[in-house]
């Protein structure tokens, strides 16, 4: 596990569910801050730059404004721990190691905000972030500042760990908040927004674990310290989730803004033995591949996003030469398809019909027709579903059409 700046993996706050051993080494400084000044919370958050950490990156004051704006009464405010695309593995180890310091992170944010109902939402295939989640949980119901906190919002809060559905699609926004409210997670079109319209009709926010994570630090030690963790406009820290052909694969907590080269080849080890660097799924498997000529590139939302790439979670799937693109793209694809609810017809559909005809050519059994079939449906589907799983696997089979267009040729057969 590597560790630089220590705000996330730090050694001295692994204490699992141990409220005492996380307040004793400095938990709690933070939201001691935010009660005594409530009204300043949004100001250090917007003036750290923290974004979210769970997907497109959106400023976090921007998701909290409209819900401390709102009326007073029933707010919610969500930790999304979901957690189910490949490659991504930092919100499981941040539940299992350092829960308290998730949950405090959660409970400014109600204090930003006078939500009465904060839910730490955690996936059932990962048993032990559950269960550390839920013992953590019962610690801070009982602790005194939790009593402060209900003092602060006016009223009793409500915190509560509640199982997620477990599926890929359950981790969309509009989707965890059916869930909480009991229902099957279906995602739905936006606006409303769930600031506006959330769980039960309340104001609701939604913010991916990692992302509540930081929230006790900038509090603790200040909006200007957190910025000065990153490089150049980037700031703060990230969790990069490493994975594929690399040496020392795992979760490196290293300054926003590291550079793809960086993490493959310094903290990673570089590439296994014999083997070549050839591409990277960045964010997981929906986003367009990154290739060598892309290594100088800073790991920060926005520098990916200029490679027409998205950093998302942070995963980072490494491929090296001699892996076939084609076969990873039929694996990612057939993941999606299994994980479409089914709500939206052109959604279930057209990822069945690209798994078919990715699976056909990766077979040695597809024709010319197939691979033009595969182009057609790449420029038809995107926009057609309630959610972004479409277009993401569009994204990852038209991403890799266009940078290793050679190898689906090449398996042709006429």
């Known amino acids: 596990m590597e560790q630089l700046n220590q705000v996330l993996l730090r050694d001295d706050v692994r204490v699992g569910a141990d409220l005492g051993a996380w307040l004793a080494h400095g938990g709690g400084e933070g939201l001691t801050k935010a009660l005594r000044d409530p009204l300043a919370i949004l100001a250090v958050i917007e003036q750290a730059g923290l974004r979210g950490m769970g997907g497109a990156g959106f400023a976090t004051h921007r998701k909290w404004a409209p819900v401390a704006a709102a009326?007073?009464?029933e707010k919610y405010i969500i930790c999304n721990g979901n957690e189910d695309e490949p490659g991504t593995?930092?919100?499981?180890y941040l539940l299992e190691h350092t829960p308290h310091q998730v949950i405090e992170g959660a409970l400014i944010a109600a204090a930003a905000t006078r939500a009465n109902h904060v839910v730490l939402y955690v996936n059932p295939h990962q048993p032990l972030s559950l269960n550390m989640a839920r013992q953590a949980v019962q610690q801070w119901r009982v602790h005194a500042q939790f009593a402060e906190l209900e003092r602060l919002v006016g009223g009793?809060?409500?915190?509560?760990?509640?199982?997620?559905?477990?599926l890929?699609?359950?981790?969309?926004?509009?989707?965890?908040?059916?869930?909480v409210e009991g229902g099957f997670p279906f995602p739905r079109r936006k606006p409303p927004y769930p600031a506006e319209h959330g769980v039960h009709g309340s104001p609701t926010i939604v913010n991916n674990t990692e992302t509540m994570a930081h929230v006790p630090g900038i509090?603790?030690?200040?909006a200007q310290w957190y910025?000065?963790?990153?490089?150049?406009?980037?700031a703060g820290t990230k969790l990069y989730s490493l994975s594929g052909d690399v040496l020392r694969p795992g979760l490196y907590e290293l300054p926003m803004g590291t550079s793809l080269e960086t993490l493959v080849f310094e903290h990673g080890g570089g590439m296994l033995q014999g083997k070549e660097f050839k591409a990277v799924f960045t964010g997981g498997p929906s986003n367009t591949l990154l290739t060598k000529r892309d290594l100088d590139v800073a790991l920060d939302f926005d520098s990916v996003r200029q490679r027409r790439s998205r950093l998302g979670t942070g995963a980072m799937i490494v491929v090296s030469e001699g892996t076939s693109i084609v076969r990873k793209v039929a694996e990612y694809v057939s993941f999606f398809a299994q994980g479409s609810c089914g709500q939206c017809p052109p959604c279930k559909g057209g990822t069945f019909q690209l798994m078919r005809l990715l699976s056909r050519i990766d077979t040695g059994r597809g024709v010319r027709a197939d691979l033009e079939a595969l182009e057609n449906l790449c420029r038809i589907l995107p926009g057609s579903g309630r959610c972004g799983l479409i277009d993401g696997a569009v994204t990852v089979v038209e991403s890799s059409l266009q940078q290793f267009r050679g190898?689906?040729?090449?398996?042709?057969?006429?």
């Open 71 to 73: 009326a007073a009464g």
């Open 89 to 92: 593995f930092k919100d499981r």
């Open 156 to 166: 009793t809060i409500s915190l509560d760990v509640i199982p997620s559905s477990g």
């Open 168 to 179: 890929y699609i359950g981790g969309e926004e509009t989707a965890v908040i059916a869930s």
């Open 219 to 222: 509090l603790r030690h200040g």
């Open 227 to 234: 910025r000065s963790l990153g490089i150049g406009n980037a």
């Open 407 to 414: 190898e689906y040729e090449a398996l042709l057969i006429a």
